[in-house]
């Protein structure tokens, strides 16, 4: 079996030692909650590559302060070519992971940036809020800037956030998606990667 895959049943099996539900771990790894699952069962031996879904490794980006600088420069150059003028905008990140990078994308384009956070509610479900040491958009447009794209299922909560009080989404800003989604709540996705699926014989695009 190839070795990548080895290493993604690997890190899925120590993502469960933890503790973590199937959510986080397909958060954590970028991948949908059925292929978690599809992997946590399968031995190894039985596994088959074509089964698994496109997984996009960050590491070597996320690893060096400077390769995440640079990334974010380009995201940043997208973002003024799909949208021109940015001034008056605000980012947001659509989960903690995406944090680093958006911050490092309003920082370039010289614009505000306002923290999603997220926390377990009374009942045990993931919420998400606006934390209140930042600006909230009210009434503003608003980058939404996430690593990757995956299910999407984040950023339509994120989506609904902003519409809550009132801003305006003008666009999912993403290094890859991962998804075949072309949009999110009528929100068009801008990956800096475009990903395509080749399964039974049909490409499926991503982006």
């Known amino acids: 079996m190839n070795s990548d895959i ?4 690997k890190k899925v099996m120590e993502l469960k030692k933890l503790g973590l539900p199937t959510s986080d771990v397909a958060k ?4 949908d909650g059925e292929t978690i699952v599809w992997l946590s069962l399968k031995p190894l031996n039985k596994l088959r590559v074509e089964r698994i879904s496109t997984y996009v ?4 980006i996320y690893s060096s302060s400077a390769r995440l600088e640079i990334i974010s420069s380009l995201l940043s150059d997208l ?3 799909e949208l021109g ?3 008056g905008k605000i980012v947001v990140n659509v989960g903690d992971e995406d944090v680093p990078l958006a911050t490092l994308v309003a920082r370039s384009l010289e614009i505000d940036f306002c923290l999603i956070k ?6 045990g479900e993931t919420v998400k809020y606006f934390s209140i040491n930042f ?3 009210v009434g503003r447009e608003v980058i939404i800037v996430q690593s990757v ?9 994120v989506i609904d956030k902003i519409r809550e009080i009132k801003g305006t989404p003008v666009g999912v800003f993403c290094l890859a998606n991962n998804s075949i989604r072309k949009n999110i709540r009528g929100i068009p996705i801008h990956p800096l990667i475009k990903v395509t699926r080749i399964a039974g014989g049909r490409r499926i695009k991503g982006g």
């Open 28 to 31: 954590e790894l970028n991948l």
């Open 135 to 137: 600006k909230k958009p």
């Open 149 to 157: 794209v995956s299910t999407g299922a984040e950023t339509e909560q």
């Open 79 to 81: 973002i003024e070519s």
């Open 57 to 60: 490794d960050l590491t070597n």
């Open 85 to 87: 003028d940015v001034s």
């Open 118 to 123: 997220e926390a377990k509610n009374e009942r």
């Open 6 to 9: 080895e290493d993604l049943v």
